[in-house]
T-cell receptor, first 113, second 113 residues
């Protein structure tokens, strides 16, 4: 089954404790992206990757890092989480952004205390 | 500032009626638009897309209309069903050197039996 998976689905952590949210897709897609979703603000792009070893900032990259060492994986790293990073996070992938469907993962609910 | 937005945050319709969800955008350079559906507890799901060289595109029970003159996008759902209840987002691809989508804040559609 074609899908995007994220882990963990739910995470409660404390300020400053490094964490990684994994994202994996099995569709051989070149494009992958991370979004955060907050009430009243909608979906905002954090980082995206057009291909392996190619990443770029989205609209709200501060406090986040990403890497794209393999085509299928695109982890989101919070080196020193803060409470304002409490949010619902989605990973997405598509073959080519402009011409193909963007598939979203099920989401990761992160709470930073 | 430039943004993708929606005219109404909520929409309530009777089962069987047609639904129209609206979206305004302000970036005239955007060339690609997408509608997503997000059910409670799930990630956004692609519904339909349209390029800026088109005015209308139809799918199964859904139609997207694009009016570039007034920078307006709409999603029409025919014979709305309870399963259509969800939050609907429009998104635009902005040109200018980076490939990214900007999402509207969403409209919550409720279908009453």
């Amino acid at each position: 089954e074609a899908q995007v998976t994220q882990n963990p689905r739910y995470l409660i952590t404390v300020t400053g404790k490094k964490l990684t949210v994994t994202c994996s897709q099995n569709m051989n897609h070149e494009y992958m992206s991370w979004y955060r979703q907050d009430p009243g603000l909608g979906l905002r792009q954090i980082y995206y990757s057009m291909n392996v070893e190619v990443t770029d900032k989205g609209d709200v990259p501060e406090g986040y890092k990403v890497s794209r060492k393999e085509k299928r994986n695109f982890p989101l790293i919070l080196e020193s989480p803060s409470p304002n990073q409490t949010s619902l996070y989605f990973c997405a992938s598509s073959q080519l952004l402009g011409t193909d469907t963007q598939y979203f993962g099920p989401g990761t609910r992160l709470t930073v205390l | 500032g430039e943004s993708v937005g929606l005219h109404l945050p909520t929409l309530s319709v009777q089962e069987g009626d047609n639904s129209i969800i609206n979206c305004a955008y302000s970036n005239s350079a955007s060339d690609y638009f997408i509608w997503y559906k997000q059910e409670s507890g799930k990630g956004p799901q692609f519904i339909i897309d349209i390029r800026s060289n088109m005015d209308k595109r139809q799918g199964q029970r859904v139609t997207v209309l694009l009016n570039k003159t007034v920078k307006h996008l709409s999603l029409q759902i025919a014979a709305t069903q309870p399963g259509d209840s969800a939050v609907y987002f429009c998104a635009e691809r902005r040109q200018g050197g980076s490939e990214k989508l900007v999402f509207g804040k969403g409209t919550k559609l409720t279908v009453n039996p």
